[in-house]
Structures are given as C-alpha cells and as structure tokens.
C-alpha cells in the first residue's frame, strides 16, 4: 500500500504523533493535511500503471483502496495505538467486519466477552455463523470461563474494555496469554478509552479495533472505524479484503478523524475528569442506587482499570436509579432523562456534547427482558457520556429530575 510517511525524528511521544504523523506533504506545503476528495489518481504512463496495480511499485491508484488523506488516518492512529499499521473502515463496525472476513473461515472457533457491543455479537454469532464460524460467549471478568472455552479450532480472542454501558473491566494482559497459548489473536475494541488512555497492544493484543465514530473523531459528525495490527497482517490478510469487499472509509470522514486525532489526548483528559467529578457526585446523591464507572474505588474492577488505563476512568457514566420495581424504575430513568435541558437524548458516546440515554430502551431495546435481566442492564439504569460543558452545569441538568425521585 503506498503510503510515503512524512520524514519525522525519532522516538516522538504519543502527543506530538497525534498531531504529526501523516504522509507527506504535496507540493504546495500546506501545514494541515490536505483532503484528496478523487476516486482515482492518474498514472504517468501504462508501464508504470501496470507495476502499481501489480503492487511492484509504490503508488496511489483507486480511493477504495489507497488515499493518501485515508492513509494519514492511519498512520496517525497506528502512532498512536504504537501499532504497526492500521487500516481504515466504513465504520466501527465495518472495521470488525474487516477483521473476521480478513482472520476467519468456516470451521474455525471465536471466543468472545458476552458484554461486548450488542452488533459485535450479531455479527459473530448470526452472520459468521452462517457461515460455519463458531462463537462461545464467555463472561467479561473471569478468565476461567475464557480458558475452559478454547478449542483446537479456536483463532480469536475478542474482548471490549470497558464495556458498554456496565464499564466492566478485562484483563487484556492475561487475556493475550491465553490467546497466545491456544495459538489465537487476541483482538481489543479500544474504542470507550482510545489510545490516549489504553494501549491494548503494549499489553499483548494482537489487534486493535475502533469505531472513529466515537472519541477519535470527537465531536459526534462522521461514521467511522479502523483495524490496527501488523503490516503482515494488514497486507496478507486484510488489504486483499478492503480491495475485494470495498467497505471503504470515505477521505471527507477520514480527514474529520484525522484532525480529530490531535485533540483526542486533552479531550479524553478533560472530559475523564469530569466524569469522575460527576460519578462521586452521582454516588452521593439519595436517588442512585448504583454508579458503574472504573475510577470509582467501589468499582470491582478499580485497581485493574487504573493499571491499565493510565490512572483514569474514561469519559462514561452509568448508574442506577431509585424504584422497587420495573416500572416504577423504568418511570424514574425516564423522568430524570426527560428532565434534562441541556443533555442530548440520543444513544451515540464520544461526543463533547454531554449525552444521555436508558440503555434498557435504545442501545439493548432488542433483548428480551431476561437477557437484559441477565446482562445486568436493569430499566433503572441510566448511561451519560460526558463530554466538554461545565460540571456544574452537567450536574445541575441532572439534579433537575434527581431532586424530585
Ligand atoms: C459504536 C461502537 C461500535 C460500532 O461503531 P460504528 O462506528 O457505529 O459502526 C463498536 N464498538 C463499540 C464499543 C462501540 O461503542
């Protein structure tokens, strides 16, 4: 894949990555990085036109599968995953697409977290079981139930960490182990921490998948995704797909992640500490009965996200509100979310506009009500992904319909 990166010292931080690593500037020596909005790139002559679909010879040919503005995408995100490559997709769940079309066949075996993103195990279970994959769903935290899944056949490991809308924590770390000694990948959807909190490939993943719709570009405008692994990989297995399949990431929405990426430290920084601000405060308040959040020392797994996090708890909230039973529950979310004046109604995360939403009714409306009983998302539950306003005025948009529970 051509991809000249633009000349850059040595040993640069993750920060400075973020907002240098790109390819190399055109001509015309613009500072920020150009879009290349062309569906194909002309070739000097026929000779040279063969070499480059041959792939003997570096060159951009056709933006459903090299373009440079895309390429920059990449390879800042790679940077910053400290990742060898990365290759972008559609969405986030294009990017998942891309990676089981790229790894799996009939006949081979995924063992994959329960609580991963409810059209992850769609995809795995329904449409690559139909054709002969097999899954087994195992329990987020014990890594027993991992182990007692692998199989001869097994080839991926799939986790999510934290999880949406519990923020339950795994142990990448181990989890690559087991992984390794079945003779499996482990593949990690990075997407609630990003980069600028969890690495997952320092740890041991082998692959690392993001919905850029998220945190990377930040402010809630593109659909997005990105597979990020080695160049081996990237060229032997996954290329060959996005060249075949065509679940390509358009450069307009690449360029909006692209610049995305700079910002992403600082906002992940900010909007962290607001959502720790606002979970001790959640805690305390007499009408929640529960807060799910990683930087909470009540959270089971506090000491293993702070490891592996970088000492924060992300920028998503859950907690459970008061009320006996499912309706009274479910009429007491519903109160404190209509009561919001500020806050967005809607199921997307990652923006830095405060969002608000009752997973029980949205994000797992799908589930019947005892696999939503079974996964812990009770109608009490409430998810808010805090982004950039005031805490104060976060919390005061809150104790509206808090206050009167
Ligand atoms: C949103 C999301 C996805 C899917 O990403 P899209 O860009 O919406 O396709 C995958 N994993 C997680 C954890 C998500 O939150």
Same mark, same amino acid.
């Given at each position: 894949m051509p991809r000249t990166p633009k000349p850059l010292p040595e040993g640069l931080h993750p920060d400075t990555l973020a907002v240098r690593a790109a390819v190399e500037r055109?001509?015309?020596? /613009?500072?920020? +990085?150009?879009?290349?909005?062309?569906?194909? #790139?002309?070739?000097? $002559?026929? /000779?040279?036109?063969? &070499? &480059? #679909?041959?792939? +003997? +010879? +570096?060159?951009?040919?056709?933006?459903? #599968?090299?373009?440079?503005?895309?390429?920059?995408m990449e390879m800042r995100l790679a940077a910053m995953e400290g990742m060898e490559g990365a290759i972008a997709a559609a969405s986030g769940m294009g990017a998942i697409l891309l990676l089981c079309m790229g790894l799996l066949k009939a006949g081979d075996h995924v063992v994959c977290? &329960?609580? =991963? #993103?409810?059209?992850?195990?769609?995809?795995?279970?329904?449409e690559f079981g139909k054709f002969g994959v097999e899954s087994s769903f195992v329990s987020q935290t014990d890594l027993a139930e991992w182990?007692?899944?692998?199989?001869?056949?097994? &080839?991926?490991l799939f986790a999510e960490t934290p999880t949406n809308p519990l923020t339950e924590v795994c142990d990448i770390r181990a989890l690559a182990d087991i992984a390794h000694d079945g003779g499996a990948l482990l593949a990690v959807d990075n997407c609630f921490c990003t980069p600028a909190l969890q690495q !997952?490939?320092?740890?041991?993943? %082998?692959? =690392?998948? @993001?919905?850029?719709?998220?945190?990377? %570009?930040?402010?809630g405008r593109v659909i997005a995704g990105a597979v990020c692994a080695s160049q081996q990989l990237i060229r032997d297995k996954l290329i060959p797909v996005m060249r075949s399949a065509g679940i390509t990431l358009s450069p307009f929405n690449a360029w909006v992640v692209l610049k995305g990426l700079e910002t992403l430290g600082i906002r992940m920084e900010a909007q962290s500490q607001r959502a720790l601000e606002l979970a001790r405060w959640l805690e305390a @308040? !007499?009408? =929640?009965e529960r807060v799910y959040y990683p930087g909470l020392e009540s959270h089971p797994q506090h000491a293993l996200a702070m490891r592996q996090q970088s000492g924060k708890g992300g920028a998503v909230v859950s907690f459970d509100v008061k009320g006996q039973d499912p309706d009274t529950a479910r009429r007491?979310?519903?109160?404190?979310?209509?009561?919001?004046q500020l806050l967005s109604i809607t199921a997307?995360?990652? $923006?830095?506009k405060s969002i608000i939403t009752q997973p029980a009714s949205t994000s797992h409306g799908r589930l019947t009500e005892a696999q939503r009983q079974a996964a812990g998302i009770r109608q009490n539950l409430v998810r808010v992904a805090v982004g950039l306003e005031h805490l104060d005025d976060i919390k005061a948009d809150l104790a509206r319909g808090l206050d009167l529970i």
């Amino acid at each position: 894949m051509p991809r000249t990166p633009k000349p850059l010292p040595e040993g640069l931080h993750p920060d400075t990555l973020a907002v240098r690593a790109a390819v190399e500037r055109s001509q015309y020596g /613009e500072n920020a +990085e150009a879009l290349y909005l062309t569906s194909s #790139f002309t070739q000097p $002559d026929s /000779e040279t036109a063969a &070499r &480059r #679909f041959a792939g +003997e +010879e +570096e060159g951009y040919i056709y933006s459903r #599968f090299t373009n440079p503005t895309v390429a920059s995408m990449e390879m800042r995100l790679a940077a910053m995953e400290g990742m060898e490559g990365a290759i972008a997709a559609a969405s986030g769940m294009g990017a998942i697409l891309l990676l089981c079309m790229g790894l799996l066949k009939a006949g081979d075996h995924v063992v994959c977290s &329960r609580s =991963v #993103f409810g059209s992850t195990i769609k995809l795995i279970a329904g449409e690559f079981g139909k054709f002969g994959v097999e899954s087994s769903f195992v329990s987020q935290t014990d890594l027993a139930e991992w182990k007692a899944a692998m199989r001869p056949n097994t &080839r991926l490991l799939f986790a999510e960490t934290p999880t949406n809308p519990l923020t339950e924590v795994c142990d990448i770390r181990a989890l690559a182990d087991i992984a390794h000694d079945g003779g499996a990948l482990l593949a990690v959807d990075n997407c609630f921490c990003t980069p600028a909190l969890q690495q !997952p490939a320092r740890l041991g993943a %082998d692959i =690392v998948v @993001h919905s850029g719709t998220k945190y990377l %570009d930040g402010q809630g405008r593109v659909i997005a995704g990105a597979v990020c692994a080695s160049q081996q990989l990237i060229r032997d297995k996954l290329i060959p797909v996005m060249r075949s399949a065509g679940i390509t990431l358009s450069p307009f929405n690449a360029w909006v992640v692209l610049k995305g990426l700079e910002t992403l430290g600082i906002r992940m920084e900010a909007q962290s500490q607001r959502a720790l601000e606002l979970a001790r405060w959640l805690e305390a @308040h !007499p009408a =929640v009965e529960r807060v799910y959040y990683p930087g909470l020392e009540s959270h089971p797994q506090h000491a293993l996200a702070m490891r592996q996090q970088s000492g924060k708890g992300g920028a998503v909230v859950s907690f459970d509100v008061k009320g006996q039973d499912p309706d009274t529950a479910r009429r007491n979310a519903f109160s404190v979310i209509d009561a919001t004046q500020l806050l967005s109604i809607t199921a997307n995360l990652g $923006d830095v506009k405060s969002i608000i939403t009752q997973p029980a009714s949205t994000s797992h409306g799908r589930l019947t009500e005892a696999q939503r009983q079974a996964a812990g998302i009770r109608q009490n539950l409430v998810r808010v992904a805090v982004g950039l306003e005031h805490l104060d005025d976060i919390k005061a948009d809150l104790a509206r319909g808090l206050d009167l529970i």
